[in-house]
């Protein structure tokens, strides 16, 4: 069974930076798409950006668009994003899922098989 567990988050100062990370353990984490979304209080969540197995190929919501980086170690079996200039929009619970289709770029939460608990990121202004 798969699981992921995120970390990273906090408190931080519009046009501050952090980095969370999602630890996989379970199966084999290079087989698998990993992607990053985000729900704000009183909102649907949203797709924030995905990584294949490789880490050849990545997507961005174009909110996060080059503000936010998404990588993967799979030495590691962790996934990352890296977040600069963050924004009070950004504040949200960031989730990490996984899903086996490892060579494909996948958007949908609903595509997705595996999720984290999520981790609380809250940017003040």
């Known amino acids: 069974q798969v699981q992921l567990v995120e970390s990273g988050g906090g408190l931080v100062q519009a046009g501050g930076s952090l980095r969370l990370s999602c630890a996989f353990s379970g199966r084999t984490f290079s087989y698998y798409v990993m992607g990053w979304f985000r729900q704000a209080p009183g909102k649907e969540r949203e797709f924030v950006a995905a990584i294949n197995w490789s880490g050849g190929s990545t997507y961005y919501a174009d909110s996060v668009k080059g503000r936010f980086t998404i990588s993967r170690d799979n030495a590691k079996n962790t996934v990352y994003l890296q977040m600069n200039s963050l924004k009070p929009e950004d504040t949200a619970v960031y989730y990490c899922?996984?899903?086996?289709?490892?060579?494909?770029?996948?958007?949908?939460?609903?595509?997705?098989?595996?999720w984290g608990q999520g981790t609380q990121v809250t940017v003040s202004s």
């Open positions: 899922a996984a899903d086996p289709r490892g060579t494909r770029i996948l958007l949908r939460g609903r595509e997705y098989d595996y």
